[in-house]
């Protein structure tokens, strides 16, 4: 199995992009060539994110895709030796399992007006 092999549905990655240049954390719903699709949310937010859900407020993450030609990188969000993945960092902080929640936050649909 490639490096391509680890990054399959449903692992936590961190997705750095360019043009603009930002970082995206979350669990992938899909990669192909086209792109890849995830549910996380932009790693600037974080820590306002994590609050959020301690203090037990309403918080869902974004499904998102974004296209090839503007990823720079895909990382499997794993522990660095004692430095802490963001998967453990959001549990410690939440309470929640990272991966769970990202699963169960499907947008819901709109209401018709």
């Known amino acids: 199995m490639g ?10 990655v961190l ?4 043009a603009p240049r930002e970082k995206f954390w979350g669990a992938v719903l899909s990669l192909d060539p086209a792109g890849v699709g995830l549910c996380g949310l932009d790693l600037h937010s ?3 994110f994590t609050t959020l859900l ?6 869902s993450a974004a499904v998102v895709f974004f296209p090839m030609h503007r990823i720079e990188r895909i990382e499997v969000d794993t522990r660095s030796g004692d430095l802490p ?3 453990e960092q959001f549990a410690a902080k939440t309470g929640k399992d990272a991966l ?3 699963q169960q936050s499907e947008p819901e649909p709109e209401p018709e007006e």
């Open 54 to 59: 301690k203090n037990g407020e309403a918080a």
């Open 46 to 48: 974080f820590q306002d």
């Open 3 to 12: 490096a391509a092999g680890s990054l399959q549905s449903g692992k936590l």
């Open 100 to 102: 769970k929640f990202f």
């Open 15 to 18: 997705v750095t992009l360019n």
């Open 85 to 87: 993945s963001l998967g």
